[in-house]
């Protein structure tokens, strides 16, 4: 069974960085495409970013475009959202999820396995 655990979230000052990882224990994660997802207060969840299983082809919404950088290191069966000049908007719990199978997509009824979340604050 695949389980999978965010970390590196936390609050952070408008212009700053975090990197997010996704740890996956289980299963080998290379067969399996990531998308990274995130929920704001009062919203629904949107997709933020996807990566194919092998890591060749990515996918971001229009809203962090050249600011996230999502990347995966399958030896160490993780998966890494680099977020660079963070807004008060990209305020949020972020999730990761897993699907066995090549190609990634920004539909969240394509994941079958979640992780809990970890909370992102951009603040002053």
């Known amino acids: 069974q695949l389980q999978l655990v965010e970390s590196g979230g936390g609050l952070v000052q408008p212009g700053g960085s975090l990197r997010l990882s996704c740890a996956a224990s289980?299963?080998?994660?290379?067969?399996?495409?990531i998308g990274w997802f995130r929920q704001a207060p009062g919203k629904v969840r949107e997709g933020v970013s996807c990566?194919?299983?092998?890591?060749?082809?990515?996918t971001y919404a229009d809203s962090v475009k050249g600011r996230f950088t999502i990347s995966r290191d399958n030896a160490k069966n993780t998966v890494y959202l680099q977020m660079n000049s963070l807004k008060p908007e990209d305020t949020a719990i972020y999730y990761c999820?897993?699907?066995?199978?090549?190609?990634?997509?920004?539909?969240?009824?394509?994941?079958?396995?979640w992780g809990q979340g970890t909370q992102v604050t951009v603040s002053s």
């Open positions: 289980g299963v080998a994660l290379e067969y399996y495409a």
């Open positions: 990566i194919s299983s092998t890591g060749g082809t990515t």
């Open positions: 999820a897993a699907h066995w199978g090549i190609l990634a997509t920004m539909g969240e009824g394509e994941y079958d396995y």
